[in-house]
């Protein structure tokens, strides 16, 4: 049987798991805090990777190690860096590299056309279209993109608190004393979170506290989480208009597809009323099916057109690039 080392890193988390076949073994989650794209990202992600790695029973050869992860295709330069550094830790003879969306389509749709929503700190969609050929919407980061996102909520978070602490209107009690609660005082808050080298997961931490917040009645938490379920049924209705099918399946993944009083039931019903005939499911399975994927055949998608839209960059032990 063939062992492979599956990794699905995130802004937030990095979760690996050791798979004989398809048969998960173990099972390991620790945190991350980076992109392939940000400065030092391969570092830092490889960083990521040995120190929840180190948790696994590991016991014997690795053939294939297959990560997804953020900012692939915006660092292609990054990505030989990060084979490097994963070629040494592991010594796995093949490495895999994808884009999470990538993995997380595969895991939830199993390599079925179709499009996939990935809502966690960030938020994108591929869309697969019946010839495999892919189309992304969104997921162009924090600064531009990511609408709808877990760090997009926690920021309307905390800018609702500073109005409130400030006395401008459109401000939150609620998420004033929430922020002071978890983050500090308010006066120089935006100066910490500005220097924290982890802001990105700050403030997409803070989504837990605007979530709380909403269920407890707060106007204004209740407003952001519809802004980002609208966002985001944007995101997926764009991707389905890729596909021109009515009867699309729309697989959602992500720490934010697990929520579903504020994301999945209006999130779905967003949807299927602009795209009568879809069908809004959970993912089938998580990342790290998907990534366990990468280390077999195939079969019916096309490799050349995801390693053309970065999505995918395969690597032999010793070489350059394969595909």
């Known amino acids: 049987m063939t062992t492979t080392l599956a990794v699905d890193v995130g802004r937030t988390t990095c979760r690996v798991a050791l798979f004989d076949g398809d048969h ?190 909403a269920r407890g009645g707060d106007d204004v938490a209740r407003q952001i989480w519809r802004d980002a379920v609208r966002a985001l049924a944007e995101t997926v209705i764009a991707a389905c208009r890729h596909l021109d099918r009515p009867d699309t399946t729309i697989g959602l993944a992500g720490s934010l597809s697990e929520i579903d009083d504020l994301v999945t039931t209006p999130l779905a019903a967003l949807v299927t009323d602009a795209c009568p005939g879809a069908r809004v499911q959970r993912a089938r399975g998580d990342a790290l099916d998907g990534a366990r994927r990468l280390a077999g055949p195939l079969p019916g998608l096309d490799l050349d057109r995801l390693q053309a839209a970065g999505l995918l960059v395969r690597y032999q032990r010793g070489s350059t690039r394969i595909a």
């Open 24 to 213: 998960r073994l173990a099972e390991a989650r620790g945190a991350s805090g980076a992109s392939l794209a940000d400065p030092d990202g391969a570092r830092r992600i490889a960083a990521a990777v040995r120190a929840t790695f180190a948790e696994l029973p590991v016991d014997g050869h690795i053939d294939t190690l297959a990560l997804g992860t953020t900012g692939l295709a915006q660092a292609p330069a990054a990505a030989t860096a990060l084979r490097d550094e994963l070629a040494v830790e592991t010594g796995a003879d093949e490495i895999v590299l994808a884009s999470d969306v990538l993995t997380a389509h595969l895991g939830a749709l199993k390599g079925s056309p179709g499009v996939c929503l990935v809502a966690g700190t960030g938020a994108v969609a591929l869309a697969l279209a019946p010839d495999r050929r892919p189309h992304l919407v969104d997921g162009h980061g924090y600064l531009l993109g990511d609408a709808g996102s877990g760090f997009a909520i926690g920021r309307e978070g905390i800018m609702a608190a500073l109005r409130h602490h400030d006395g401008r209107p459109g401000g939150s009690a609620a998420l004033a004393a929430r922020a002071e609660a978890g983050l500090g005082p308010l006066d120089g808050l935006a100066g910490r979170v500005q220097s924290d080298p982890d802001a990105v997961r700050t403030v997409a931490g803070f989504a837990a506290a605007v979530a709380d917040a």
